[in-house]
């Protein structure tokens, strides 16, 4: 059973910058595609940055293009998403998400098959 594990979030200022980890377990995931998710309060579930585990290959919202990074360690079956310039906009639960076919960055968070809890990141302004 494949499991995700965020761990990072926390409250920062504009301009700084936060860390977002995913342990993943259960699965070797090489075709898989694993990606970072949020969620603002009242508005629906984004994509933010998705990565083809086989070969590292990465894609990002707009939103978020220039500001974040997505990378993983094979190895240690670890997932990160680098942000930095936060916004208070970026302000959301974010979570890790995993599927085993490859997905791009238009495709719906609801396609995807494993989820973690989510760890909230708030910006303040």
């Known amino acids: 059973q494949v499991q995700l594990v965020e761990s990072g979030g926390g409250l920062v200022q504009t301009g700084e910058s936060l860390r977002l980890s995913c342990a993943a377990s259960?699965?070797?995931?090489?075709?898989?595609?694993v990606g970072w998710f949020r969620q603002a309060p009242g508005k629906e579930r984004e994509s933010v940055a998705i990565?083809?585990?086989?070969?590292?290959?990465?894609y990002y919202a707009d939103s978020v293009k220039g500001r974040f990074t997505i990378s993983r360690d094979n190895a240690k079956k670890l997932m990160y998403l680098q942000m930095n310039s936060l916004k208070p906009e970026d302000t959301a639960i974010y979570y890790c998400?995993?599927?085993?076919?490859?997905?791009?960055?238009?495709?719906?968070?609801?396609?995807?098959?494993?989820w973690g809890q989510g760890t909230q990141v708030t910006v303040s302004s």
């Open positions: 998400a995993a599927d085993k076919t490859i997905r791009t960055i238009t495709t719906p968070p609801s396609r995807y098959e494993y």
């Open positions: 259960g699965s070797t995931f090489s075709s898989y595609t």
């Open positions: 990565i083809w585990w086989s070969t590292a290959t990465t």
